[in-house]
Structure formats: structure tokens, C-alpha cells
T-cell receptor
Framework: QKEVEQDPGPLSVPEGAIVSLNCTYS??????FMWYRQYSRKGPELLMY????GNKEDGRFTAQVDKSSKYISLFIRDSQPSDSATYLC???????????FGAGTRLTVKP | KAGVTQTPRYLIKTRGQQVTLSCSPISGHRSVSWYQQTPGQGLQFLFEYFSETQRNKGNFPGRFSGRQFSNSRSEMNVSTLELGDSALYLCASSPTGTANTEAFFGQGTRLTVV
């Protein structure tokens, strides 16, 4: 079993839809939870991060962490074609730069 | 503010050769981490350097090594290349390296081993 599990998709939605992306993990030491977006032929771009449990909102994006269930989510509201990319969850323990990544979910938003 | 710069962007090498990849972090950032990205394994941590010292290491063979210079620039070396080393190699820089919430990635070096 991988330390971080993420459904690779692909996921295809119409423009304007709400997108839900999820990851589960097994290491209870993880305290930082990040979401990255990666366009084709580009490096990952940090979208949001959350420390420990809770929710965080940034514009159309909302990140949720449920440590009791070892489950994190990223919601994208009013999805746009420009949101089409691969979304990677990542997590790490405190004071540890060894980030563990999910496999990435490929999202396509159709106009 | 300039981002993380990786050179070269693309590289083709033959099995058995060695290769050196370079990463220039964002100005003021002292931590540089290296990752390997492949379709099968995804993103995997190689190692992290902070103030010229390797602070953390992933589960890769000794053929993979790195170093960091006093200006925080980092190089990664792979010796005796194998076909399975074909991948996108990414580096990420952060100011202090104590929180990955501030890690920024470069565009990567795509290495193809033939």
C-alpha cells in the first residue's frame, strides 16, 4: 500500500462544474498538506496548503483536511477550461522537506 | 522575482554514462530539494540540501548524488545511467526548508536514457 493514495482519473467535467479531488494517506506523522497543479511540460505549482486539520479557502479553491480519517480534499468551484491540468496532493511531517506525493489526478474541463 | 531555474531542460544520454543537472533556486532561498517524476512512480523525493549540507535523503541508490554551493545553487549527478533513470527531474526551493508550504518547483530537466 502506498503512503499516499490518489485516484489518477482521468476526470472530465463541463465548464462551471464543481470538482472534487481527494487523497488518503496512512502516515499519521503528516502535518502539512499541499495541493499542486501541474500543466503539461511544466513543474508543479503550489495551489494551497493546510496545516493539520481544517478547511482553507482561496477564491474558487477550498482545501479540507480530516486527520481522523486521513483524508484530504480539494474542491474547485465554477471550474474553467484553464483549470485543466494534473492535480497532485502532497504531504509532509513537521520540519521534514521529504514531501510524499499522490499519483496526481488529470482533470479536463470542457467548454 | 526570478523563479527556480533548471538546466538543461532536455537531455539524452546513453546507458552507462553519467549526467549532471543544475538548479538555481529563488534568490534568498537556502533549501533545495530534488525529485524524480515518472509515469509509473509519480513524484519521488531524492534529497534535500540546506546551507551546503545534505539534510535529508530519499530511498534511491548511491548512483544518485548531489551537492549545494555557497550561493545555494545545487547540482544533481547520476552515474552509470540505466534506462529506468529516464524521468523528469524537478528541484524545489524554499526559504528555510522547515515548511514545505513555501516550496516552489522549477520546470524540470527531462532526461532520456537510451
Amino acid at each position: 500500500q502506498k503512503e499516499v493514495e490518489q485516484d489518477p482519473g482521468p476526470l472530465s467535467v463541463p465548464e462551471g462544474a464543481i470538482v472534487s479531488l481527494n487523497c488518503t494517506y496512512s502516515n499519521s506523522a503528516f502535518q502539512y498538506f499541499m495541493w499542486y497543479r501541474q500543466y503539461s511540460r511544466k513543474g508543479p505549482e503550489l495551489l494551497m496548503y493546510t496545516y493539520s486539520s481544517g478547511n482553507k479557502e482561496d477564491g474558487r479553491f477550498t482545501a479540507q483536511v480530516d486527520k481522523s480519517s486521513k483524508y484530504i480534499s480539494l474542491f474547485i468551484r465554477d471550474s474553467q477550461p484553464s483549470d485543466s491540468a494534473t492535480y497532485l496532493c502532497a504531504m509532509s511531517a513537521i520540519n521534514n522537506n521529504d514531501m510524499r506525493f499522490g499519483a496526481g489526478t488529470r482533470l479536463t474541463v470542457k467548454p | 522575482k526570478a523563479g527556480v531555474t533548471q538546466t538543461p531542460r532536455y537531455l539524452i544520454k546513453t546507458r552507462g554514462q553519467q549526467v549532471t543537472l543544475s538548479c538555481s533556486p529563488i534568490s534568498g532561498h537556502r533549501s533545495v530539494s530534488w525529485y524524480q517524476q515518472t509515469p509509473g512512480q509519480g513524484l519521488q523525493f531524492l534529497f534535500e540540501y540546506f546551507s551546503e549540507t545534505q539534510r535529508n535523503k530519499g530511498n534511491f541508490p548511491g548512483r544518485f548524488s548531489g551537492r549545494q554551493f555557497s550561493n545555494s545553487r545545487s547540482e544533481m549527478n547520476v552515474s552509470t545511467l540505466e534506462l529506468g533513470d529516464s524521468a523528469l527531474y524537478l528541484c524545489a526551493s524554499s526559504p528555510t526548508g522547515t515548511a514545505n508550504t513555501e516550496a516552489f518547483f522549477g520546470q524540470g530537466t527531462r532526461l532520456t536514457v537510451v
